[in-house]
């Protein structure tokens, strides 16, 4: 359901058709979170407005979360450096 929901999307959108896949593990079995939701990887999407792309896949019926964070961007990024793990906290 959800996947056909953001194929819809697209076209209504004027986006390009998604590149859509469900995250699997290591076995080929679906990846799911601790909460036993699965993971659907998209991408192929030129974002033109974050937020309100965002309001519209949170609309979707069985969606948990986009991870867009445009309508609440995160409050600490935590970044990745060849030699440490950098931190930034929003107003910082």
């Known amino acids: 359901h959800v996947m056909r929901r953001l194929e819809a ?6 986006l390009a058709a998604p590149t859509m ?4 593990t290591a076995d080929g079995s679906p990846y799911v979170t601790d909460n036993g939701n699965p993971i659907v990887d998209v991408s192929g999407w030129a ?14 019926v069985g969606v948990v979360e986009s991870g867009l964070f ?15 793990i950098r931190t930034i906290a929003r107003g910082a």
């Open 9 to 14: 999307l697209a076209r209504v959108h004027g």
């Open 21 to 24: 896949r469900m995250r699997a």
């Open 47 to 60: 974002i033109a407005d974050a937020r309100a792309l965002e309001a519209a896949i949170g609309a979707i």
């Open 70 to 84: 445009a309508l609440r961007p995160a409050d600490v990024l935590i970044v990745p450096e060849q030699d440490a």
